[in-house]
């Protein structure tokens, strides 16, 4: 790095170029064999488990960036919650579902760089600023206005093993050490220089890019395992959605993780940390595609009730619904598309007709109301719905792609959608109009597939409010999905409820999403392990992680697949069957 | 009729209960009660198209307009005791001896006003409203019906107060009905005011909006609850006089107004309501939040002149004679408008024991006295 000495004339090339030479190291020993393996969670203590995970499995080695989320919740681990730029990092782009298996594709240009730049100016700044610099730096300099090695050594050492996720080389730690005394003695500040340093370690390609490499497994041998750093970081980002705290490093360092015993006692404590809360939010923000929150806009005219305060707080109410049911309540995955349980806040309460006091508050529907699931609340409502309309095909697309993992074909590019869109048009509930727009035969194969779970859902307007007619005519709520027959949005909650691919949807996405990249055909004897061991747990999410973590689809090495060309979205990716 | 506790018990059980029936989500009254806030108040002041009906000879002066005639820039050497503080001094010991004819202070003329009939009468001074309505007490419309601060669209307190109403919780009026059967027509339903403490919900284009919830300030709102009696005709709720203090302040001291057989007039809606609240105004308490309330920035942009605007209090004043049988109330009226919205009390148990009992409705309109102008 010769990015060190003027910070003011710090460029980003020396950053690319170092990310560049460490991506191809990277991706070069992305590579691995398949043999007979024996999983973590066969440790001493493990719950003994009818359900045996198949041999043969693991998961390729990924080189992927860290998402703005990971490296802001990171950044707050290791320097407390006061330290929080606001980064803009670039959106990965979705992949297989989830934005988070983008981020093993995304691209980086130097302007992208800048923002972690940007971002790493900030954070070192507050870091060595006169209020914070007591508390987050351990040892104080002999003198202030000159450069203190030890010191330096010594806070660059703890610090730089938190970001990097792993200890820093003797080579990097002197290197560093040697930037930091140099731009103190320049700058006459011994703080100043060491900001110098924080900043080159934030911006490094060690703290910004996961490469994950791997080692051979002395218990499966001829193959690789993820080495104990790679295995500690991508646990953690699994479980925490941020980088390993200094136990997990612990456990690392010391070789335990790659321990049976060692491995489920380490995610027993992760899963056990408050933390597992913003691990657990992060993946179903991601799964449920709630980044189209940044952009929803609905129309003012339509909804005029509808403001960017009531946007976020959906977002929330259903982020917190997840986390209550599934993390606090340890209960079953299904029963979020059947409970009547919520929270709400001022602006969420608006749209319900509920008072509510400032703040969040758990709230309990009664149950004749017919608000029962997260698919009821105003989040999944408001995000597929057009700005001035409902949209039954939008609601029913999200149902089937989001949490059933079906592929719904984008729409012919010459359809016409006048019988939908007329605003004079004679049929006053959408399923007239959609009715209508099927009897064209290119749309209502597609339609048949969507429609359906979409108009039940049209008791509730296009920001989630209910109603009972649309233009005076009484809605009818009833349909079918996949032969199951419902009469309202509450029976097609409980058809949802005993899909059996809504746990299947739930478990390909979970460890697609902790593996770190798109799944593969191969991956099937995988994901019907994991759906075994899901049903067995009660359909416990907690658990559904813990056996991810622990198994060796998790931390075993198999060779990349051949990446296939997705015809309809340009996408490289693989197709999980199951 | 309900009692009052039981009342606050029902509306408490409907927050802690939420929704009983599946289109509880549809409809703001639930549980036979339903609540608005305050979000607009105007006084009531009635312009012909040009102005000319009721200010003929234009509109008054302002601090400004008045400093300039006493104090012209004629070379003149005047210290800032003899003149600044002099004024200022006026302004806060005000008298009814008659002031220097350089000012000029107009009053509203003709017959026409909005506002209620208070007394249930039709008097010599009383103006009849746009829509014909004979008996119209609002004495305060002679005072300030040529003051621009009062006159809109563009009248200082008329942009301030609506900023204000959003911007400070201060003034959070409440209205609370219960016992209601239908907000079209019940002829007897409970009427409750309280101080509220929670922001106004807008919405997306910036306007009030109905459905935000507002707390029941049982901390320093006490002195403004009032259990009133009212009836509905035709979704219009009318309230029984009772007298009533309610806070007053834009944005600096703690004023507040003091209402003699204070009543409303409004239009009810599930949505909001609308129309007139009105009563006899204690002219020494309007007179002081006037002065705390505004500065004589806000008033010279608004060109009222709170000295000469006393004398003409004092004139119109038309009810509530002291021993020596000036009145010290004037007739008033302000347009109001109401959100409703979910009105939040502590809990059963402790609204029930902090409810006032103070029921201060009247059956019988006020002895009023007209004077001479």
């Known amino acids: 790095m010769r990015a060190f000495g003027k910070r003011n004339l710090r460029s980003a090339r020396p950053v690319s170029l170092a990310v560049a030479l460490l991506s191809a190291t990277a991706l070069a020993a992305c590579s691995g064999s398949a043999t007979n393996s024996v999983s973590a969670d066969k440790a001493p203590t493990a719950k003994v488990s009818s359900v045996q995970e198949p041999a043969g499995t693991g998961s390729t080695k990924r080189l992927r960036i860290l998402t703005e989320a990971q490296y802001l919740n990171t950044i707050g681990y290791v320097f407390g919650p006061d330290v929080r730029p606001e980064p803009h990092f670039p959106p990965a782009q979705r992949t297989d579902g989830l934005l988070a298996l983008g981020s093993s594709k995304a691209g980086v240009t130097n302007t992208s760089l800048e923002l972690y730049q940007k971002a790493a100016v900030t954070v070192s700044n507050m870091v060595v600023d006169p209020a914070h610099r007591n508390f987050l730096i351990k040892c104080k300099p002999v003198d202030e206005k000159k450069a203190d090695p030890a010191c330096a050594a010594s806070f660059i050492k703890e610090k730089g093993r938190l970001l990097y996720r792993r200890p820093l080389t003797a080579d990097e730690l002197s290197k560093i050490t040697a930037e930091a005394n140099k731009a103190a003695d320049r700058l006459n500040d011994f703080y100043a220089g060491l900001g110098v340093a924080l900043e080159a370690l934030l911006v490094s390609p060690n703290a910004v890019f996961v490469t994950e490499s791997s080692e051979p497994d002395p218990t499966h041998p001829g193959r690789e395992r993820l080495d104990a750093f790679s295995l500690a970081t991508r646990l953690s980002l699994f479980l925490w959605n941020a980088a390993p705290d200094d136990d997990v490093l612990k456990a690392a360092e010391s070789g335990e993780i790659q321990t049976p015993k060692g491995r489920a006692k380490v995610v027993a404590t992760m899963l056990a940390s408050k933390r597992l809360e913003t691990g657990v939010r992060a993946f179903f923000d991601d799964m449920f595609g709630f980044d189209d929150f940044n952009s929803l806009a609905k129309d003012s005219v339509a909804y005029p009730k509808f403001t960017g305060q009531m946007a976020a707080d959906a977002r929330e109410e259903t982020l917190r619904t997840v986390v209550d049911q599934l993390v606090v309540k340890k209960g079953d995955y299904r029963d979020l598309f059947t409970t009547h349980s919520t929270f709400i806040s001022p602006a969420v309460a608006q749209l319900y007709g ?106 509730f307007d296009g920001i989630g409010r209910y109603r009972t007619n649309e233009k005076g005519e009484e809605i009818d709520a009833s349909g079918a999905l996949d032969g199951k027959q419902f009469k309202n949005v509450a029976e097609l909650g409980r058809v949802l409820h005993d899909h059996p691919s809504l746990p299947q949807c739930l478990v390909r996405r979970a460890y697609t999403y902790g593996s770190g990249g798109p799944g593969s055909a191969d991956d099937k004897p995988t994901l019907d392990y994991f759906d075994a061991k899901f049903a067995e747990s009660g359909y416990k999410v907690p658990e559904l992680m813990r056996a991810i973590a622990l198994s060796n689809a998790f931390s075993l090495v198999t060779p990349p697949p051949a990446p296939v060309t997705n015809t309809a979205e340009g996408e490289a990716t693989t197709t999980v069957s199951k | 009729m309900k009692t009052y506790k039981s009342a606050l018990l029902i509306a408490a059980a409907g927050i802690a ?27 009531a002041t009635w312009q012909s198209a040009d102005g000319k009906t009721e200010c003929p000879n234009g509109l008054s002066d302002g601090p400004r307009e008045q400093f300039k005639a006493l104090y012209p820039d004629d070379g003149t ?50 103006f009849t409203s746009p829509d014909g309505e004979k008996g119209i007490d609002n004495q305060l419309y002679r005072v300030v019906g040529c003051v621009n601060s009062y006159r809109g669209p563009d009248g200082s307190y008329r942009h301030f107060v609506e900023e204000y109403m959003q911007k400070f919780n201060y003034n959070r009026t409440l209205i609370e009905l219960t016992d209601v059967d239908s907000l079209a027509n019940d002829p007897d339903v409970t009427v409750t005011l309280y101080r509220g403490k929670d922001p106004l919900t807008l919405d997306a284009t910036g306007a009030f909006t109905s459905g935000g919830t507002q707390r029941v300030d049982m901390r320093w709102g006490k002195e403004f609850i009032y259990k009133l009696k009212g009836k509905i005709v035709d979704g219009v709720l009318t309230t029984t006089p009772a007298d009533v203090t309610y806070p007053e302040s834009q944005a600096r001291g703690v004023p507040m107004e003091y209402v003699h057989d204070w009543r409303v007039r409004l239009k009810l809606s599930e949505e909001g309501a609308s129309g007139l609240m009105g009563g006899y105004i204690d002219i020494d308490r309007f007179y002081n939040s006037l002065g705390q309330n505004w500065s004589t920035h806000h008033r010279s942009y608004g060109m009222e002149a709170m000295a000469s605007e006393y004398r003409s209090l004092r004139r119109n004043a038309d009810a509530y004679p002291d021993k020596d049988g000036h009145n010290t109330a004037i007739s008033g009226a302000w347009e109001v408008r109401f959100s409703q919205a979910f009105i939040m009390h502590p809990d059963a148990t402790v609204a029930s024991s902090d409810a006032p009992n103070k029921t201060l409705a009247k059956d019988t309109p006020a002895k009023t006295t007209d004077i001479a102008r």
Not at chain 2, 23 to 42: D, F, P, S, W
Request: proline fraction near 10%.
């Open chain 2, 17 to 43: 209960f939420g929704a009983a029936s599946a289109h509880a989500e549809e409809g703001a009254l639930k549980n036979r009660t339903i609540g608005y806030v305050m979000t607009n108040k105007n006084v």
């Open chain 1, 354 to 459: 509920l008072p509510a006091r400032p703040g969040w508050q758990a709230y309990e529907f009664p149950a004749d109301v017919p608000r029962a699931g997260i698919l009821t609340q105003v989040s999944f409502l408001t995000v597929h719905s057009h700005p001035g309309r409902t949209s039954p095909t939008l609601r029913g697309k999200a149902l089937r792609e989001i949490l059933l993992c079906q592929r719904v074909p984008p729409p012919p590019p010459n359809v016409d959608f006048s019988a939908v869109e007329d605003p004079k048009s004679p049929f006053k509930t959408a399923r007239g109009r959609l009715t209508f727009h099927q009897k064209n035969p290119a749309c209502a194969g597609c339609h048949k597939i969507m429609d359906p779970m979409g108009l039940a859902l049209e008791n």
């Open chain 2, 77 to 126: 050497k005047r210290t800032f005791v003899d003149t600044q503080l002099e004024r200022e001094g006026q302004i806060w010991n005000p008298t009814t001896e008659p002031e220097s004819p350089k000012l000029v202070f107009h009053e509203a003329t003709g017959n026409t006003a909005i506002g209620l009939n208070l007394d249930g009468k039709v008097g010599p001074k009383d």
